[in-house]
Nanobody, 116 residues
Framework: QVQLVESGGGLVQPGGSLSVSCAAS????????MGWYRQVLGKQREMVAT???????DYADSVKGRFAISVDNAKNTLYLQMNSLKPEDTAVYYC??????????WGQGTQVTVSS
C-alpha cells in the first residue's frame, strides 16, 4: 500500500521560511518522479516543483528563486524549502509521486498559511 504523508505546514509571516516534508512508504522512492503541488479552495491544483529520478528539478515561475525541492532517497522523504513566503503562497500543499509506468499517488495535503 502506497502512502505519502506530508508534514511541516503551518502559519508563517510574510517574508518568512517554512519547510514541508513528505514521507513515502510502499514505493521505491528513487524510481519515481516526485513533486509538490498546491491548491487554493475554488481553484485548480497547480504544480509548485518537481524532481525526477535523475534529480532534474522544475519550478513554477511564481516560486523560482524562493523554493527548493529535494529528496533523501535513503529516508524515502521529499522536502520543499520555502523562503521569502508571500500571502499568495497560502494553500494546501500536496506531495505527488509518479512512476515511470504512469502510476500516480497523492498525499493528503498540509496547510501552509502566510499571514501577518
Amino acid at each position: 500500500q502506497v502512502q505519502l504523508v506530508e508534514s511541516g505546514g503551518g502559519l508563517v509571516q510574510p517574508g518568512g521560511s517554512l519547510s514541508v516534508s513528505c514521507a513515502a512508504s510502499g514505493i521505491t522512492f528513487s524510481t519515481y518522479t516526485m513533486g509538490w503541488y498546491r491548491q487554493v479552495l475554488g481553484k485548480q491544483r497547480e504544480m509548485v516543483a518537481t524532481i525526477t529520478r535523475s534529480f532534474n528539478t522544475d519550478y513554477a515561475d511564481s516560486v523560482k528563486g524562493r523554493f527548493a525541492i529535494s529528496v533523501d532517497n535513503a529516508k524515502n522523504t521529499l522536502y520543499l524549502q520555502m523562503n521569502s513566503l508571500k500571502p499568495e503562497d497560502t494553500a494546501v500543499y500536496y506531495c505527488y509521486a509518479r512512476s515511470r509506468f504512469g502510476s500516480a499517488y497523492w498525499g493528503q495535503g498540509t496547510q501552509v498559511t502566510v499571514s501577518s
